[in-house]
């Protein structure tokens, strides 16, 4: 059996952070308090994503803003080392490294790295207002990220007077959510007009939602800003009516111009598959009877065949676990090209890019020894896909996911799943996953169709329009 290696990736000195937050970093017991995936190889430890947030390197710092979100808010969940990690990261915010902008994840244009940490810490007051039931973390989880609040809004407040419009909204936003403190009560009347004048008509949605939900659960009317915001959502809908419509004449135009000429939404995709507007706590899965045996992987081509159509049998594959919206084997969503081919030990066979403008973006690559390829956004890895025939075995809870009978696969998952509305079908028929960024393709095997899984960001789960149309032809 092969199994997943990948080398060390390397470690950030806390001697790069500033002095406050080197000693908040060395005074913490790290290794008692794990993230989603701590201990699995080549992910990293907390630390080390703490001291890459103001590494030099570009690529660098975005891989490990994405891993704040990926291994310490993992499906809006928080983790021992979430509410420590929170307290370094707020030691970060004045020094002058967080003025450099880039693109964030999925986030829609440019931002500094300052107030892309205050969305974190945004997202991190959020999900801190949750309780066990809503599957938030433990008890003693949430109970320390509740305590950090009041730590966090004293090191936060002077950016709410921010000059730069995107870290000022980013720093009202954290700061209306860390609110819900309450031995925090006593700030509201201070914060709450500029929540309604500055985040209530935000280009951002999430911050415009926070800005409603929150001034309604400090008493104040919110009725205007329901309704337009309602206005604004049918308008928008309307325009994309016309715009795609052809027989429109005049008004497909102005619908068109109407369109380009929206701010961009700044709002992170929902990044954990979980609506902010209507969170709901995991329900069971309907009873199904009976239940679906496990699926079993294709027993492999005979020996000594080596058609086109040869499937490796298991002892060939290699073995890999993945933990949904963080990565799979030795890949992990955020990944450059160059970091891929580090940890697979092989360069790409084919390597696809697409024009934007005076722009080169990486579309995918194929890594033909590993048996996977690699989709890309903003030359960041989004999306992994398994080939059925030669690609890893990858498994969840111990079932085999590749080269397996689709419809067994399907089975199995829908019974499994344990949030409603998580299921959907791509327009091939795919079955998609929300709740584990996981969709099912089919790939020939001469006269008969194996599994090729494909394991997704959030914002890849739309799979007509997040593909390239080559991936459409592995069928």
């Not at 690529?59 to 928080?78: K, Q, S």
């Not at 390597?351 to 973006?361: I, K, L, T, V």
């Not at 960041?380 to 896909?385: F, H, S, Y």
């Not at 690609?391 to 344990?418: F, I, M, Y």
Request: net charge negative; hydrophobic share 40%.
């Amino acid at each position: 059996m092969i199994n997943e290696t990948t080398p060390d990736l390397p470690v950030f000195p806390a001697g790069a952070l500033p002095p406050r937050a080197q000693e908040e970093l060395a005074g913490t017991a790290w290794e008692e308090l794990p993230h989603v995936c701590t201990g699995r190889h080549g992910v990293p430890d907390t630390p080390d994503i703490l001291g890459a947030v103001l590494a030099t390197d570009p690529a660098r710092r975005a891989r490990a803003v994405g891993d704040l979100y990926r291994l310490l808010l993992n499906r809006e969940r928080v983790f021992p080392a979430t509410a420590p990690a929170a307290l370094v990261l707020a030691r970060l915010l004045d020094d002058p490294r967080t003025l450099a902008e880039d693109r964030w994840g999925g986030r829609a244009g440019r931002r500094p790295l300052r107030a892309e940490l205050l969305n974190w810490l945004a997202s991190f007051a959020d999900i801190a207002r949750l309780d066990v039931e809503d599957g938030a973390g433990t008890a003693q989880d949430l109970a320390a990220a509740r305590a950090a609040r009041p730590v966090l809004h004293d090191r936060i407040a002077d950016f709410c007077d921010a000059d730069d419009p995107l870290v000022r909204e980013a720093a009202l936003a954290a700061t209306a959510l860390l609110l819900a403190a309450p031995a925090l009560a006593s700030s509201v009347p201070r914060y709450a007009p500029a929540v309604r004048e500055v985040l209530a008509v935000s280009a951002d949605s999430y911050h415009r939602w926070i800005a409603r939900e929150r001034l309604a659960a400090w008493g104040e009317d919110v009725t205007g800003l329901v309704a337009a915001e309602e206005e604004r959502r049918a308008a928008l809908d309307r325009a994309g009516e016309l715009a795609e419509d052809p027989f429109s004449g005049r008004e497909q135009k102005q619908a068109i111009r109407r369109l380009e000429e929206q701010p961009e939404d700044t709002a992170a995709p929902e990044r954990f598959g979980r609506r902010r507007e209507d969170r709901i706590a995991a329900l069971p899965a309907a009873p199904r009877e009976p239940t679906p045996e496990p699926p079993v992987a294709a027993p492999g081509s005979g020996t000594g065949y080596r058609g086109p159509w040869r499937v490796a049998p298991e002892e060939e594959r290699a073995e890999w676990t993945f933990t949904p919206y963080v990565g799979v084997g030795p890949l992990h969503f955020g990944m450059t090209l160059e970091e891929i081919t580090l940890v697979l030990g092989e360069g790409p066979a084919v390597s696809s890019y697409s024009h934007h403008g005076e722009d080169r973006q990486l579309d995918y690559a194929d890594f033909t020894e590993s048996g996977v390829r690699t989709l890309f956004h903003d030359d960041r890895l989004g999306c992994v896909a398994a080939d059925a025939l030669t690609g890893p075995q990858v498994r969840l809870d111990a079932a085999p996911l590749t080269g397996c009978a689709p419809s067994r696969v399907e089975d199995w998952l829908v019974h499994r799943t344990t949030r409603p509305g998580s299921l959907a079908y791509s327009v091939a028929g795919d079955p998609v996953f929300a709740d584990l960024g996981l969709a099912i393709r089919s790939q020939r095997a001469g006269d008969v169709v194996l599994t090729r899984p494909l394991f997704l960001l959030h914002d890849w789960l739309d799979l007509w329009h997040a593909l390239p149309s080559e991936e459409w032809n592995c069928s």
